[in-house]
């Protein structure tokens, strides 16, 4: 039995040790390296490019620009982006390729024998602009007179993207109404910050196929993209994931992976078969890659004064930024939440994706959970004080159970935890016992550590997440399994495992591999898997959506089934393969209507215990607790991981992390500028407590829940620096400046 033991990680030595080879580690003595220069440009119409001083200049192999495209459009969910921005291209394009909408967006390659060439040869290129208005944020893309960015889109609007809720009779419940709660929440942005920047490479692999190694979070889905620029067949393009230095969604989309693949085509039909590596420095990756949405939302609640909740109106907006990216999937999340994992009879929910000039949003650990869930649990705070009920009560009153019909108007997924979770948080945060005394802060190192002016104060706040994709999409998952064994064996005493899902730091390679080991009863270091190579792998779906483990452990049930037959027919070896497809799940009705939005789901309460110094706005958290049910354990030590991972990275969004976007353009790029916690600013304990009351649906009972802990964080924070302080915040990071600025007000 594997499941449920602290398995280490296969990967953990080499991370540790620093052998571990990550995409911009690989270095030959024939390659060459490829430099992308940016726009600069938020709103420009390019009318000049010259690239011919770059093409003379020494070192320089090729410089790519739009005319080089085959096909000059992508975008995971929508090809609403150009590959390159020029004044001219030779491919097709159903998006205009001559306006550049983000900074960030890509002028031309340059490839050279080395990046000090490369950058002399991009600083050579000539280019001029007609500069058009500026659309900076949701307000200006909203104005009657706001320019188009998007003018070929059918919206005919930049407010592109637009998602309802219609439940039961609002008006009635807001005319029954004890008491209405109601606030504006304004929602940051949140740079990905993973400690890996962008790094791809490419080459003409032994078959011909033009291979991209590099990092990211869906093996297949990146190949697609490439091929569609590329104008090819899938089949001739392969992509690896090498070691993968964290993602949380930010590696989801196009980086550098259709740039490489250029380049390599280019050199190719110029008789060149070198290899063509490109990485991004720390301020290219920030300016260059989309960022969790900043957005809106107004809302208003009705309940009885026993705290029933009777109804939810809500508008919110996020701000898409210059492309869709994942923009209208994510809307999905934010919409589903801002009412909460509640029992809601009445609602009226309307969600806006807009474009703007700005940085795109798109992918964030929580898809946009985060964003709702800081709404729907302030508004369920600020009941709690209305009614004059305990925080946790009210919740207990609401919370959604089995046989609950969820905010779309359909019956949730079996296996509804949300009660034994808010219970067991409660428990385990002896939130029915007093808090302890202030204790004294030091806000600055230079200051000596006062007592006299701290609060202390305390937080609760819950979510729920969809696991899988959702609205529709059709979610699939492959695996293989090969049993082999001596000639004449009764039983097989070894299995290779060949899965695509990639493992971007959080130990799901070590998961599929205790799994396969229970589903074929084979130990551990029997199973010898190949892992995230489209030539060797079906399609396992994006490391995302907290569904690998869901997802991909259905599909090595199914594989192991199928190897075990072949085994048992006489095959040697025995092959299984295995498409997993979940429940069918449905997009949202336009006018309203009930839809079955997901197939699973994961439920998650936190509570926080704080202080802050009222003088300087400094807060201090001293216990953050986490419950979560996980379905059935994989691996202890790493599901413990992912929760102190998420507290972490919530707790840097909640509190510290204030990207500053001024008239569309990043103006604190760096981490000297841009505050990640360190490990003095993080909370001084972190308490997981794992439930595991088993999905029916899941394999081995499995839930997902990478990104759960993630969600309730902020609420709880705010909710915790309201009992200290009695001052509501609807707007985050609370940094010591805001704090103070509030409290002063």
């Known amino acids: 039995m594997t499941l449920g033991s602290s398995q280490r990680k296969p990967d953990a030595h080499g991370k540790v040790t620093g052998s571990a080879i990550y995409a911009g580690d690989i270095d030959t003595d024939d390659q060459l390296v490829a430099k992308v220069l940016f726009t600069n440009e938020p709103h420009a119409r390019i009318t000049k490019l010259d690239t ?13 620009t739009a005319a080089d495209v085959p096909v000059n459009e992508y975008g995971l969910t929508m090809f609403d982006q150009p590959v390159l921005i020029g004044p001219e291209a030779s491919g097709r394009s159903d998006v205009p390729h001559d306006v550049s909408r983000w900074e960030a967006d890509h002028l031309a390659i340059v490839v050279a024998e080395s990046i000090e060439e490369a950058d002399a040869a991009a600083a050579s290129i000539i280019v001029e602009w007609e500069q058009l208005p500026l659309v900076p944020d949701i307000d200006a893309a909203m104005a009657d007179d706001a320019p188009l960015i998007h003018p070929e889109h059918p919206a005919q609007s930049n407010v592109y993207h637009h998602l309802v809720i219609r439940k039961g009779d609002v008006a009635d419940a807001f005319a029954e109404a004890d008491v209405v709660v109601e606030g504006t929440y304004e929602l940051p942005y949140q740079e990905h910050a993973y400690l890996q920047t962008e790094a791809a490479r490419g080459y003409v692999d032994d078959q011909g196929r033009i291979t991209v190694e590099t990092a990211g979070q869906w093996t297949h889905e990146d190949r697609e993209q490439i091929a569609h620029a590329l104008g090819v067949d899938d089949e001739q393009v392969r992509v690896i994931y090498r070691a993968i230095g964290g993602a949380f969604g930010g590696k989801e989309d196009m980086s550098l992976q259709i740039v490489v693949a250029l380049a390599v085509a280019k050199l190719r039909d110029l008789g060149i078969t070198r290899p063509v590596k490109a990485v991004w420095n720390r301020e290219e990756s920030i300016v260059g890659h989309h960022k969790r949405h900043r957005g809106r939302v ?18 919110g907006h996020l701000d898409a930024g210059s492309y869709n990216y994942t923009s209208n999937k994510v809307l999905g999340n934010l919409h589903l939440t801002v009412a909460g994992p509640y029992e809601i009879p009445n609602a009226q929910i309307d969600s806006y994706a807009v474009y703007t000039n700005a940085v795109p949003g798109g992918a964030f650990r929580g898809f946009g959970g985060p964003q709702g869930c800081f709404v729907s649990e302030s508004q369920m705070n600020k009941l709690a004080e209305a009614t004059g009920i305990d925080p946790v009560e009210v919740r207990r009153r609401n919370t959604l159970r089995d046989g609950s019909i969820g905010i779309t108007g359909t019956e949730m997924p079996p296996g509804v935890s949300l009660p034994e979770v808010i219970d067991a948080c409660a428990d385990a945060a002896n939130w029915s ?6 204790q004294p802060i030091a806000a600055f190192a230079s200051l000596p550590a006062t007592a006299s ?15 899988g994709f959702s609205f529709g999409f059709p979610e699939r998952s492959e695996a293989e399994i090969v049993l082999t064994g001596p000639e004449g064996a009764e039983e097989p005493d070894a299995a290779q495992l060949f899965l695509a899902g990639a493992d971007v730091g959080q130990g799901a390679h070590t998961a599929f591999v205790q799994m396969a080991a229970e589903a074929t009863g084979l130990p551990f270091d029997a199973i010898d898997p190949e892992f995230s190579d489209t030539a060797s792998s079906g399609d396992s779906g994006s490391a995302s959506a907290s569904r690998l483990s869901w997802m991909t452990g ?5 594989a192991a089934e ?29 006018d309203g209507a009930p839809t079955v939005p997901n197939f699973a789901y994961g439920y998650v309460a936190e509570a926080i215990d704080l202080s802050v110094d009222v003088e300087t706005g400094h807060i201090v958290v001293h216990d953050a607790v986490c419950a979560i049910d996980v379905g059935r354990v994989i691996n202890h030590d790493l599901v413990v991981g992912q929760v102190e991972g998420a507290v972490v990275q919530a707790h840097g969004y909640a509190l510290s992390e204030n990207l500053q976007v001024v008239d569309a353009r990043i103006v604190n790029p760096r981490f000297s500028g841009y505050l990640i916690p360190g490990i003095g600013d993080v909370p001084d304990d972190v308490r997981t407590v794992l439930l595991e009351i088993p999905d029916p649906r899941g394999p081995f009972g499995v839930r997902g829940m990478a990104e759960m802990p993630l969600m309730p964080y902020a609420p709880a924070i705010s909710a915790a620096l309201h009992d200290a302080t009695g001052v509501w915040f609807d707007e985050f990071p609370l940094t010591p400046g805001r704090v103070r600025a509030a409290l002063r007000s």
């Open 52 to 64: 011919t001083a770059a093409e003379a200049m020494p070192g320089v192999a090729s410089v790519i």
């Open 298 to 315: 107004t809302t208003r609640w009705a309940a009885r004064d026993d705290g029933t909740i009777l109804g939810v109106e809500a508008t």
């Open 433 to 438: 016992e007093p808090l302890g005394d202030p």
């Open 453 to 467: 002016t701290v609060r202390r104060g305390r937080g609760f706040a819950c979510a729920y997440k969809n696991i």
């Open 554 to 558: 259905n599909a090595i049930l199914g």
């Open 562 to 590: 199928e190897a075990d037959k072949a085994w048992r027919d006489g095959e040697r070896p025995a092959r299984g393969h295995f498409r997993y497809t979940p429940p069918p799940t449905e997009a949202l009705d336009p």
